[in-house]
């Protein structure tokens, strides 16, 4: 287990990334001008669709101002700061990749956010919150970094409060499909051994396990393929999240767009209520 987290780990190392950063976000302007949380979109958002599908997840938990949300892998932050910025809740970031963590804390000082939005470096299987702390949690395009799913989801339960919201964004293996019929690499695995994908049925079942009831669960593998055709058709947009992945990540994106335009992964966007665990 310790070794897949290290291996995980090593993917988003990330080595210099806030350097980088400050450098790629000249092109907005000098570093004392405070920037919009959705100005840094092409470079925070990472996971299919980018904003867009951020701001989807979140109408569709019902995240409102007065909520405290945890965002479990938080990546750079990007969908933590357009929460804040957009439902005026506070949110706490977590995420494995402690340069992750500190380009995070980064662009919110950029962002003005710090009263709003903060992050921590941990692991989503041991979360750093006590029990029943928050009122949503979300997970976006991390749960196929992890083989050990029930843990995954009871540490969530555990962090949320009685009837509180989970909502996740999540790459499934494509129905029928084998594990070894995906084209690596991928954002978010350059080989199958930090790579974990379940089913959308099966990613449905091992929540409900852990304590949730199931408000919604949308299939929403169209509008990626949209997405990933309308990728291979459009430049980039310049910084994208190649500053962040290195240089290659045109491959690896393209990657995740063949997989999905052949139906050998899909999306599921899904949200639960914490219930009790006995029930
Ligand atoms: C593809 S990125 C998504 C980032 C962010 N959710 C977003 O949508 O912009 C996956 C993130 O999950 C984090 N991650 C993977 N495994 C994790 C774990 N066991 N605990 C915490 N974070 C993890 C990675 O460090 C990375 O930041």
Same mark, same amino acid.
Request: aromatic share 6%; glycine share 10%; with cysteine.
């Given at each position: 287990m310790t070794d897949v987290l290290d291996d995980v780990r090593d993917h988003y190392r990330a080595t210099g990334l806030t350097e980088r950063l400050k450098a790629a976000l000249a092109a907005f302007g000098p570093e004392d001008q405070r920037l919009a949380p959705q100005q840094l979109a092409a470079v925070d958002q990472f996971h299919t669709r980018g904003l867009a599908a951020t701001g989807e997840l979140a109408k569709l938990a019902g995240i409102t101002s007065s909520m405290? %949300?945890?965002d479990v892998g938080s990546g750079v932050g990007g969908p933590a700061r357009f929460l804040a910025a957009t439902c005026g809740c506070q949110v706490t970031g977590v995420d494995l990749s402690a340069p992750f963590v500190d380009a995070a804390r980064y662009l919110t000082a950029r962002t003005g956010q710090g009263?709003? %939005?903060s992050f921590e470096t941990g692991s989503a299987l041991e979360l750093p919150f006590?029990?029943?702390r928050f009122d949503a949690v979300?997970?976006?395009? %991390?749960a196929m970094n992890i083989s050990d799913r029930p843990r995954l989801y009871r540490e969530i339960r555990r962090v949320l409060?009685?009837?509180g919201r989970f909502a996740t964004y999540d790459v499934v293996l494509g129905d029928g499909k084998p594990h070894d019929s995906v084209h690596y690499p991928v954002p978010w695995a350059r080989t199958p051994a930090t790579s974990f994908m379940l089913t959308a049925e099966a990613t449905r079942e091992a929540i409900e396990a852990a304590g949730f009831r199931t408000l919604i669960c949308q299939d929403d593998s169209e509008a990626a393929k949209a997405w990933a055709a309308s990728l291979r058709t459009s430049p980039p947009p310049q910084p994208n999240l190649g500053v962040v992945m290195g240089p290659d990540f045109a491959l690896l994106a393209g990657n995740l767009g063949r997989n999905l335009l052949?139906?050998?992964l899909g999306i599921l966007s899904a949200v639960f209520e914490? %219930?009790?665990?006995?029930t």
């Amino acid at each position: 287990m310790t070794d897949v987290l290290d291996d995980v780990r090593d993917h988003y190392r990330a080595t210099g990334l806030t350097e980088r950063l400050k450098a790629a976000l000249a092109a907005f302007g000098p570093e004392d001008q405070r920037l919009a949380p959705q100005q840094l979109a092409a470079v925070d958002q990472f996971h299919t669709r980018g904003l867009a599908a951020t701001g989807e997840l979140a109408k569709l938990a019902g995240i409102t101002s007065s909520m405290s %949300v945890l965002d479990v892998g938080s990546g750079v932050g990007g969908p933590a700061r357009f929460l804040a910025a957009t439902c005026g809740c506070q949110v706490t970031g977590v995420d494995l990749s402690a340069p992750f963590v500190d380009a995070a804390r980064y662009l919110t000082a950029r962002t003005g956010q710090g009263g709003h %939005v903060s992050f921590e470096t941990g692991s989503a299987l041991e979360l750093p919150f006590d029990g029943g702390r928050f009122d949503a949690v979300l997970l976006q395009h %991390v749960a196929m970094n992890i083989s050990d799913r029930p843990r995954l989801y009871r540490e969530i339960r555990r962090v949320l409060k009685q009837g509180g919201r989970f909502a996740t964004y999540d790459v499934v293996l494509g129905d029928g499909k084998p594990h070894d019929s995906v084209h690596y690499p991928v954002p978010w695995a350059r080989t199958p051994a930090t790579s974990f994908m379940l089913t959308a049925e099966a990613t449905r079942e091992a929540i409900e396990a852990a304590g949730f009831r199931t408000l919604i669960c949308q299939d929403d593998s169209e509008a990626a393929k949209a997405w990933a055709a309308s990728l291979r058709t459009s430049p980039p947009p310049q910084p994208n999240l190649g500053v962040v992945m290195g240089p290659d990540f045109a491959l690896l994106a393209g990657n995740l767009g063949r997989n999905l335009l052949e139906n050998r992964l899909g999306i599921l966007s899904a949200v639960f209520e914490a %219930v009790s665990i006995n029930t």
